[in-house]
Structure formats: structure tokens, C-alpha cells
């Protein structure tokens, strides 16, 4: 009778261990458990949006970060490997690349019945996620450059160029041991942003050729080059530059071309005494017409890649985080500017003066050349511009030199191109 009630017992034991193992290998949230790749800071404290999403979805989210200067490397690396996660965040300059190679999945087919909406988001930003009318990344947080002066050595914003080299000549004025403005030489972005200011391509139309001598750059470049020729500026690198914000302190420089984070770094490492002695403003416009001056696109997306098995829950991570309320909790916990406009409206973000040109410049930035071989040929323009600043080639030479150099490194994508079209 032991012996029977005692395989009873055994038998009930192993069907509820049977039962439990099933149970363990069907549920849902182990199914869905996504793996998302974030980067720098940000990779950081994404998880802390996490728990709500889960609570919603019963879907689970594996995170890993990812410094800013292995991201780049590690991704195309995954993807050659076919080890890539779900989605990751990555650098919206990076997307032509890495959908030239293949490795992104078409956001477009879901856009059609989602929370997320193009005209929520500012156009410029929102074009550098698309390549070819497919959309491949969705705007997570957003970057830009505006203009950061002293206000008690620049009494009025400069709203064009002509107002710009006043104030710039004013500063000089009152400081002559001084500059007026700094513009790292080893930087390519001061000279790229005039341009689009000027409403230069910088490629021809199918990103095949440079446009570097059409006159909408040259006129930009020279503006550039004259500040250099004027004193306003002195030609140094940033690496030359001990510390940017005691410079800015001491009125070594009164203008300085820089982004968001500034804002937080501005108020930590500047001294009491220049409490209310700094603003922010858009970029001025070559004309008054075009004010304000168009400056880049910038900042990171979401995107999920083509070997996904979970394309479906990784848009459903990032529909949530697009909405309003966790851009203003990702805003709160990164300084990161939303992409989102109604998160513009959180009064974090609305009442913080610093913010208020970023704001507005965000409606006046356009993407850059949507090719792979953006950052080589950016790095020839800073080459190229530093060489013009100190007098080892004209302006006609460096943009002639920028086209040569441009169209050998986009020797590859019109032969690419060349042999698509002749199918």
C-alpha cells in the first residue's frame, strides 16, 4: 500500500515537473525577450524606461552598451558576423552606410498605422533617416549647432553674416589682444554648416560628384577664411585649446559654434561671476531673407536590422520610446534634445532659455550628403581648410582639390550606380 501510494506520489511529482518545464519553454516574455544596443551614455540609463514598457507588453529588453568609440566598429562587425541585435540606437550619419551594406530593415510599411508620425518630428531631422523615399531610422534624441556668445561683448545677436563680422569686429575692437570667435581648424563642421547656410549642396544631386566649386560653397568658404584673414578668429586646433570654457571666461574668444551639451557644461564649468553674461542664438543667414541660418542635422535614431526574428516587438520598443512622455523622462535623465515636438512643450524644456535657439534651429537644419562616404570626404574639408586658413592654398585651389579628392572617394558608388542603371 506504501510502496503504491509512494509511485503515485512519483508519477504526480514528474507531471508537474513536465507541466512546469513547459510552461518555462512557452512563455511569451522569454519569446520576446528583444536585444537592444545603445550607446555611450545613453546605453546607460535607457533601462530605466524599461520596466514601464515591460509592464505594457510583457516583452523583455536586454540592453547593452556600447562606448561612442567602439559603437561604429562593433556594429558593422555584428553585421558581418550575423550577430546583430534587434535594433540599436545609431548615429543618424551613419544610416546610409549601413543600409548600403544591406543590414537595415524598411521602417516604412509600419509607419502607415503607428503612434509614430513624420510631421511630429522636424523635417531635417527626419530626412537623414531616409535614403532613397525608404525611411530606415526613427529620430530618438536630436543635435544641431548654434551660435553661444558673451552678451556683455555682444550686446545684439547677429542675424546675418554681415551683422556677424560687425559684432565680431566690435569684440576686436574693445579686446585687440582677443578673438572674437573660436573655430577650431581640425573641425569640419563651422565650414559645412556656413555652407548649408548658403544653401550649398556640397554633392551633386545623386551623390556621385562633389560640389565644392559651385559658387554657393565657394561664397561660403571664403566668408569662413575672411575670419581667419580679419584676426577675428586665431588658427588653432582644438586640441591647442587648453580649456574651451575658461578661454570663454576670460574673453579669449566672445563666439563659439557648438551643440546642446554645451548648455549643461556651460553652467557646471563656468564661474558665478558669468551667471547671465551667456546666450544662445540660431546661426546667422548669409541674407535677411534666410534667417535663420540653416545648420546640420544631427543626433541618434532607432533602427532595427534586417536579420531580426522580432521585427514586431522591436517597433513596439521603439514606438515607446517616441512617445512625448519618455522624451521628456529620456530628456530629464540624458540632457539629450527630444525629437518629438509635443516634448518640446514639457516645461524642462520649454522654460530653459539656452534651449529656446535650439528650438527654433531645429526647424532650419538639413541632413548632410546621404552617402557611406560622408566621413571621409568630411574629413578632407577641415584638411583643405586649415591648409587655406594658413595661406598653403587659395580658396579656388581648396575647392578644386575637394572636388578631385570627393569624386575619388565616390569613384566606387558610380560604378555602383553606373552598373544598376544599366540593367
Keep these: 500500500m506504501k510502496r503504491h501510494h509512494h509511485s503515485t506520489f512519483n508519477i504526480q511529482h514528474l507531471t508537474f515537473l513536465v507541466l512546469l518545464c513547459l510552461a518555462c519553454t512557452i512563455?511569451?516574455?522569454?519569446?520576446?525577450?528583444?536585444?537592444?544596443?545603445?550607446?555611450?551614455?545613453?546605453?546607460?540609463?535607457?533601462?530605466?524606461?524599461?520596466?514601464?514598457?515591460?509592464?505594457?507588453?510583457?516583452?523583455?529588453v536586454d540592453v547593452q552598451q556600447i562606448p561612442w568609440t567602439a559603437a561604429h566598429e562593433k556594429l558593422l562587425t555584428a553585421f558581418v558576423g550575423d550577430a546583430t541585435p534587434d535594433l540599436a540606437q545609431m548615429g543618424n550619419t551613419w544610416i546610409p552606410e549601413f543600409n548600403?551594406?544591406?543590414?537595415?530593415?524598411?521602417?516604412?510599411?509600419?509607419?502607415?498605422?503607428?503612434?509614430?508620425?513624420?510631421?511630429d518630428h522636424f523635417p531635417g531631422i527626419w530626412a537623414t533617416n531616409v535614403v532613397d523615399d525608404v525611411v530606415y531610422g526613427i529620430p530618438w534624441y536630436v543635435d544641431t549647432r548654434v551660435l553661444f556668445y558673451r552678451t556683455d561683448l555682444v550686446p545684439k545677436p547677429p542675424r546675418m553674416w554681415d551683422d556677424w563680422l560687425a559684432a565680431m569686429q566690435h569684440v576686436k575692437a574693445q579686446r585687440p589682444n582677443s578673438y572674437a570667435?573660436?573655430?577650431?581648424?581640425?573641425?569640419?563642421?563651422?565650414?559645412?554648416?556656413?555652407?548649408?547656410?548658403?544653401?550649398?549642396?556640397?554633392?551633386?544631386?545623386?551623390?556621385?560628384e562633389g560640389a565644392f566649386r559651385d559658387p554657393k560653397f565657394v561664397g561660403a568658404f571664403r566668408f569662413?577664411?575672411?575670419?581667419?584673414?580679419?584676426?577675428?578668429?586665431?588658427?588653432?586646433?582644438?586640441?591647442?585649446?587648453?580649456?574651451?570654457?575658461?578661454?570663454?571666461?576670460?574673453?579669449?574668444?566672445?563666439?563659439?559654434?557648438?551643440?546642446?551639451?554645451?548648455?549643461?557644461?556651460?553652467?557646471?564649468?563656468?564661474?558665478?561671476?558669468?551667471?547671465g553674461k551667456w546666450a544662445t542664438t540660431p546661426m546667422p543667414a548669409p541674407r535677411a531673407s534666410d534667417w535663420p541660418g540653416t545648420s546640420m542635422a544631427g543626433g541618434s535614431s532607432l533602427v532595427i536590422f534586417r536579420a531580426s526574428k522580432k521585427k514586431d516587438a522591436a517597433w513596439k520598443l521603439i514606438e515607446f520610446l517616441s512617445e512625448p512622455a519618455q522624451q521628456i523622462?529620456?530628456?530629464?535623465?540624458?540632457?539629450?534634445?527630444?525629437?518629438?515636438?509635443?516634448?518640446?512643450?514639457?516645461?524642462?524644456?520649454?522654460?530653459?532659455?539656452?534651449?529656446?535657439?535650439?528650438r527654433e534651429q531645429l526647424e532650419h537644419v538639413a541632413p548632410l550628403p546621404r552617402v557611406p562616404e560622408w566621413e571621409q570626404i568630411a574629413t578632407t574639408i577641415y584638411q583643405d581648410g586649415e591648409a587655406t586658413v594658413r595661406g598653403r592654398m587659395t580658396v579656388e585651389q581648396a575647392a578644386a582639390d575637394l572636388d578631385q579628392k570627393a569624386d575619388h572617394i565616390l569613384a566606387k558608388r558610380r560604378w555602383v550606380l553606373a552598373r544598376m542603371r544599366g540593367r
Design 27 to 60: 512563455r511569451p516574455a522569454h519569446q520576446d525577450r528583444l536585444k537592444f544596443w545603445g550607446l555611450g551614455h545613453e546605453g546607460e540609463v535607457v533601462s530605466q524606461l524599461l520596466p514601464e514598457f515591460t509592464r505594457r507588453t510583457g516583452i523583455r
Design 224 to 275: 569662413f577664411v575672411d575670419i581667419f584673414r580679419r584676426r577675428f578668429a586665431q588658427a588653432v586646433a582644438n586640441t591647442q585649446v587648453a580649456n574651451v570654457y575658461q578661454g570663454f571666461a576670460q574673453g579669449d574668444f566672445a563666439m563659439y559654434i557648438t551643440g546642446p551639451w554645451n548648455v549643461g557644461e556651460f553652467r557646471k564649468r563656468l564661474p558665478p561671476e558669468m551667471d
Design 100 to 119: 548600403a551594406v544591406g543590414a537595415l530593415e524598411s521602417l516604412s510599411p509600419r509607419l502607415a498605422n503607428s503612434s509614430v508620425r513624420q510631421q
Design 329 to 358: 523622462r529620456f530628456y530629464e535623465l540624458t540632457q539629450d534634445l527630444p525629437a518629438h515636438r509635443d516634448a518640446w512643450k514639457a516645461p524642462a524644456v520649454a522654460t530653459d532659455p539656452p534651449l529656446a535657439a535650439f
Design 181 to 208: 570667435i573660436l573655430l577650431p581648424t581640425n573641425q569640419w563642421e563651422e565650414v559645412t554648416i556656413m555652407a548649408l547656410a548658403n544653401h550649398a549642396s556640397l554633392l551633386n544631386a545623386d551623390g556621385t
